[in-house]
């Protein structure tokens, strides 16, 4: 069973359309989180969700919400894409301080 | 304020130690990690060590803590090729984790 898994894995799409990707961890976490990484491998937070509370949001642009149905799921939905917004982007989860467990990412293209 | 700061770069030849240095920042961190990524993959834990520690080993790996500098290294012994990925420090922030740039491990045969 995967712990964290994202969906879907490669996302094609052109400027301005609107996109959704999907986080669903089973590892009864209370702790969820989008990371971003771009080109050069830099790892950013985007959102972190505490029992589908937002805990924080590092100045992303209003263009990316995010949604927590529940504590298993966090979801990104941005709309207007831009051609800066490609990247890869991570989904994790956690307990307190322990380790973090990343999906296996989405590599997002906008074109 | 928050920077966790790694060399970008390593390059070793096979059956070599490799060490990877990071500085952080936050002296409250309770905990520091080790994370590592292959190409097209997502980050898995490797190590990690508790605050009041100052070295932990675990098989071909050895953790130094040096809290006073805000220091943190990871040691491979006998690196293998299948040891080539990026290579990420992460302090443990308010709700987040704070990773370094990455170190690029480059193992040559």
């Known amino acids: 069973d995967t712990a964290v898994s994202q969906t879907p894995k490669y996302l094609v799409t052109q400027m301005g359309n609107d996109k959704s990707i999907k986080c669903e961890q089973n590892l009864g976490h209370d702790t969820m989180y989008w990371y971003k990484q771009d080109s050069k491998k830099f790892l950013k937070i985007m959102f972190s969700y505490n029992n589908k509370e937002l805990i924080i949001n590092e100045t992303v642009p209003n263009r990316f919400s995010p949604k927590s149905p529940d504590k298993a799921h966090l979801n990104l939905h941005i709309n207007s894409l831009e051609l800066g917004d490609s990247a890869v982007y991570f989904c994790?989860?956690?307990?307190?301080?322990?380790?973090?467990?990343f999906g296996q990412g989405t590599r997002l293209t906008v074109v | 304020g928050e920077d966790v700061e790694q060399s970008l770069f390593l390059s070793v030849r096979e059956g070599d130690s490799s060490v990877i240095n990071c500085t952080y920042t936050?002296?409250?961190?309770?905990?520091l990690y080790w994370y590592k990524q292959e190409p097209g993959a997502g980050l898995q834990l490797l190590t990690y060590i508790f605050s009041n520690m100052d070295m932990k080993q675990d098989q071909r790996l050895t953790v130094l803590l040096n809290k006073k500098d805000k220091h943190l290294s990871l040691r491979i012994a006998d690196t293998q090729t299948g040891d080539s990925a990026i290579y990420f420090c992460a302090e443990n922030g308010s709700y987040k984790l704070i990773f370094g740039s990455g170190t690029r491990l480059l193992v040559r045969p």
């Open positions: 936050d002296s409250s961190s309770t905990y």
């Open positions: 994790a989860s956690r307990q307190g301080s322990t380790e973090a467990f």
